[in-house]
DNA sequence: GTCTATACTACGATAGAC
DNA sequence: GTCTATCGTAGTATAGAC
C-alpha cells in the first residue's frame, strides 16, 4: 500500500527532521514512489502531517488497548484493586516507551509539544486525552481526597518518569553508559518505575 | 553584540525548526544582521548550531549554580541531609522547567536528544553529566546499597518528573486546561513533586 | 492511480565593496 | 566587521502523459 508506505517513512522522516526540516522528495523517494503521490493521497505536505498524527494516534490505542481493556468501570475498584490497576498502567507505558517501535511515534509526538499544531489537538483528542482520563479515573479511587485537576497533575507527573525513557531516551542512554537497553536493562527500569509509582501512589498525604 | 544576538535568535529557530527546517537567512534576519555575518562568526550554519549547545550548557549550569552551590562534599551528608538536599535538587529543577526562560533551551535539547549530534556531547558533558554525578553522588547517600548504574537510573527517573513539565508542557496545559502556569499551579506541582520525590526518596526497598 | 517533467521559490555559501 | 550581490542546489506544487 502506497499510502501506508507514506506514513511510515513520513513519521519517520518528520519525527527525525521537524515538518519544515523533512522533505517530500526524500519521503516519496524512500517510500519508493512519485513525489506527486503525496499531493495526490494526502493533498500535500501539510495533509500528509495531519495524517501520521491520526496514524499515530490510532496505533498508541491500539498498543495501550490491553492494559485498558478490563477497565470498564473505574469507580468500581476497591483501594488496592486500585493500585495494582495503576501499576499495570504505567508498566504499560513504560514497556511502550522502551520498546524500539515506539521511537518514530515519540519523535513525533515529542516535537509537536515542542511547538503544537493542529497534529498536536489531533493526538490529545485522539489518544492521549482519553488515556489522561482512564489514568485520573483510577487514581481517583487511590486519592478520593484529591481535587481533579491535582489528580490529573499527578498522573502527568506519574507518566514522566515513564517518557524520560523515550523523550530523553539519548540521556538515559549516557547515565547507563550504554547505546541501547539490554533486556536487563529494561527489566532493572520497570522494576525501579514499579517500585516508585508505587511508593508515591501509597505515601502518605503530608511529607 | 552581534554574536549574542546571532545565539538567542539561533536557539529559538533551531528548537522550533530543528536544523534543516531553520534557516540562516530568517536567523541572520531577526538578529538584525546580514547572512554573513553567521559564515564570519561561527564558520557557517553547522558552527552556529554547536555554539548554541555550548551556550546552552554553559547557562544550565549558571541557572542550577546556586542549587549545587553548598554540595562541596556529598560524601559527608547524613541520610537525612542527603534527602533534604535531593529535595532542594529536583525543586531546583522543578522550578528551572516551569519558567518561561529555560523554553528555548529545552526545544533545543529535545530536540536533540531524539537524533543526537555532536550538540548533545557537548550538552552532556557541558552540563548534563556533571549535573547527574552531583546527583547520583547524593542519592548515594540515602541508597548506599544501590549499585551505581542502578542511582544513575533512578535520578533520570525522578529527573523524568520534572522534564515532563517542559517536554511535555502541551500535554500538561491539556490535563490542568490552562494555556500557562499560573502561580497557584506552579506552587501545586512544586508541592506534588516534592511529595513524590519523598516518597520515592524514602520508600522501602521491596514493595 | 502513478509517473515524468517542469515552474517557481528559498536555501547555504561565498566573493568582493566598504 | 558588516554589508550586497550572486551562484548552485534543493524545496513544494502542479500539469499532463500513460
Known amino acids: 500500500m502506497v499510502q501506508q508506505r507514506l506514513l511510515d517513512v513520513a513519521i519517520d522522516q518528520f519525527g527525525r527532521l521537524g515538518f519544515e ?3 517530500t522528495r526524500d519521503i516519496a523517494g524512500a517510500a519508493e514512489t512519485a513525489m506527486s503521490s503525496i499531493t495526490y493521497h494526502f493533498g500535500g505536505k501539510e495533509g500528509l502531517y495531519l495524517a501520521c498524527a491520526d496514524f499515530i494516534a490510532e ?3 491500539k498498543r495501550l488497548d490491553p492494559v485498558f481493556a478490563d477497565l470498564c468501570d473505574p469507580s468500581a475498584l476497591d ?3 486500585a493500585i495494582e490497576q495503576m501499576l499495570r498502567i504505567v508498566d504499560g507505558f513504560c514497556g511502550m516507551m522502551i520498546d524500539q517501535a ?5 519523535r513525533f509526538i515529542v516535537r509537536e509539544q515542542q511547538a503544537p499544531t493542529e497534529a498536536f489537538e489531533r493526538l490529545w483528542r485522539g489518544a492521549m486525552g482519553p488515556v489522561l482520563d482512564s489514568c485520573s479515573a483510577v487514581l481517583a479511587r487511590i486519592r478520593p ?3 481533579p485537576r491535582e489528580l490529573r497533575a499527578m498522573c502527568m507527573l506519574v507518566f514522566g518518569q515513564t517518557m524520560v525513557l523515550r523523550a530523553g531516551r539519548a540521556s538515559v542512554f ?3 553508559e550504554v547505546d541501547e537497553f ?5 527489566a532493572m527500569l520497570r522494576a525501579l518505575l514499579r517500585r516508585n509509582t508505587f511508593a508515591i501512589l501509597t505515601a502518605e498525604m503530608e511529607p
Open 102 to 106: 515506539s521511537a518514530p511515534w515519540a
Open 79 to 81: 483501594r488496592d484493586q
Open 174 to 176: 549516557k547515565a547507563l
Open 145 to 147: 481526597d484529591m481535587p
Open 21 to 23: 526540516g523533512a522533505s
Open 59 to 61: 496505533q498508541i490505542v
Open 182 to 186: 539490554s533486556a536487563q536493562d529494561a
